[in-house]
């Protein structure tokens, strides 16, 4: 049972604009959510997370927006670099240390200049 | 400070063999984790650790098993290699930092170690 469910599995966007990945959740215990970037060949680095207690979180380019009545949150990159291109997965937890989580099959970014 | 160091990165085992993935953190985090990444999908967790001395089963063990005997190590040992074990697995070490309400999330992976199982 897949409870995390992300998309696109792979995005082509255009140097300067807009990447929008999506993901969707079953569990309403679920009260973390992280984003992961994953270079090839490297481990993932944690990228921002959200608690639900606020409806968006803003971090440089990146940005997550939440809406819990909807089950659902999205990764928005602004200004989309070809150093960005990476495979990016969302994840839900029930608490940060929580060591239940629960990933995305990810998303395979490519930014072209 | 090292962060998170995996070795071997590359191996290739026979159906039946033996072999321990070893994983070593500089960061004195208390939590460890051992996850693989099958092509395509998501991270699914193996075992995990939230001090020396203490393991616990993630979603996928069977057909692992682990130690930690100190905060800095945590060993994943594959007996009688199997081909689903085929996959690329990664360590990680976490940390959280604030109120136990909120807080901050600190999280280091390896460079993960690849492996097939022929």
């Known amino acids: 049972q897949q409870q995390v469910k992300q998309s696109p599995q792979s995005l082509i966007v255009q140097k300067g604009g807009i990447s929008i990945i999506n993901c969707a959740y079953e569990?309403?215990?679920?009260?973390?959510f992280p984003w992961y970037q994953q270079f090839p060949g490297k481990g993932p680095a944690l990228l921002i997370a959200?608690?639900?207690?606020?409806s968006e979180k803003k971090e440089g380019r990146f940005t997550i927006s939440f809406n819990k009545s909807a089950k659902q949150f999205s990764l928005h990159i602004m200004d989309s670099q070809p150093g960005d291109s990476a495979t990016y997965f969302c994840?839900?937890?029930?608490?940060?240390?929580?060591?239940?989580?629960?990933f995305g099959a990810g998303t395979r970014l490519t930014v072209k200049p | 400070n090292a962060g998170v160091t995996q070795t071997p990165k590359f191996r290739i085992l026979k159906i039946g063999q033996s072999m321990t993935l070893q994983c070593t953190q500089d960061?004195?985090?208390?939590?460890m984790y051992w996850y693989r990444q099958d092509p395509g999908m998501g991270l699914k967790l193996i075992y995990y650790?939230?001090?020396?001395?203490?393991?616990d089963k993630g979603e996928v063990p069977n057909g692992y098993n682990v130690s930690r005997s100190t905060t800095e190590d945590f060993p994943l040992r594959l007996e009688l290699a199997a081909p689903s074990q085929t996959s690329v697995y990664f360590c990680?070490?976490?940390?959280?930092?604030?109120?136990?309400?909120?807080?901050?999330?600190?999280?280091?992976f390896g460079p993960g170690t690849r492996l097939t199982v022929l």
């Open positions: 990680a070490s976490r940390t959280k930092t604030g109120s136990i309400r909120g807080g901050t999330d600190t999280q280091y």
């Open positions: 569990n309403t215990a679920f009260d973390y």
């Open positions: 960061m004195n985090h208390n939590y």
């Open positions: 650790s939230v001090g020396a001395g203490i393991t």
């Open positions: 959200i608690r639900p207690d606020v």
């Open positions: 994840a839900a937890s029930k608490g940060i240390l929580n060591n239940d989580m629960r």
